[in-house]
């Protein structure tokens, strides 16, 4: 077996969001802050939904957008924003807050 190592820089931002051919969308976005991993789906048959994921400082941050498929171009600004929001707040209000009420 032959194990390779390889790097990027992270310098640039870098983004691998694709649609796939079954009408689902997944990828990650490489932010200044660190990496979003991205999900979206919605067609005939499934709600419409987009799920952003964001590790930073130990904790799994979540975004869901139910009723809202972003197109790639789309999760790619969301993504950073969330990211960005995290990393200067420090954490997320919860939406909708404790109790399930808006």
């Given at each position: 077996?032959?194990m390779y190592?390889?790097?990027?820089?992270?310098?640039?931002?870098?983004?691998?969001?694709?649609?796939?051919?079954?009408?689902?969308?997944?990828?990650?976005?490489?932010?200044?802050?660190?990496?979003?991993?991205?999900?979206?789906?919605?067609?005939?048959?499934?709600?419409?939904?987009?799920?952003?994921?964001?590790?930073?400082?130990?904790?799994?941050?979540?975004?869901?957008?139910?009723?809202?498929?972003?197109?790639?171009?789309?999760i790619v600004?969301?993504?950073?924003?969330?990211?960005?929001?995290?990393?200067?707040?420090?954490?997320?209000?919860?939406?909708?807050?404790?109790?399930?009420?808006?």
């Amino acid at each position: 077996m032959k194990m390779y190592d390889d790097s990027i820089s992270v310098g640039s931002v870098h983004s691998q969001v694709k649609l796939n051919p079954n009408g689902w969308t997944d990828g990650c976005v490489l932010t200044p802050h660190g990496i979003v991993y991205t999900y979206a789906q919605g067609d005939d048959t499934n709600v419409d939904h987009t799920r952003l994921d964001f590790v930073y400082a130990g904790r799994l941050y979540m975004r869901n957008f139910s009723g809202k498929r972003y197109s790639p171009r789309g999760i790619v600004t969301i993504a950073k924003r969330f990211a960005k929001e995290i990393t200067e707040n420090g954490r997320v209000e919860r939406h909708p807050p404790q109790g399930g009420k808006e």
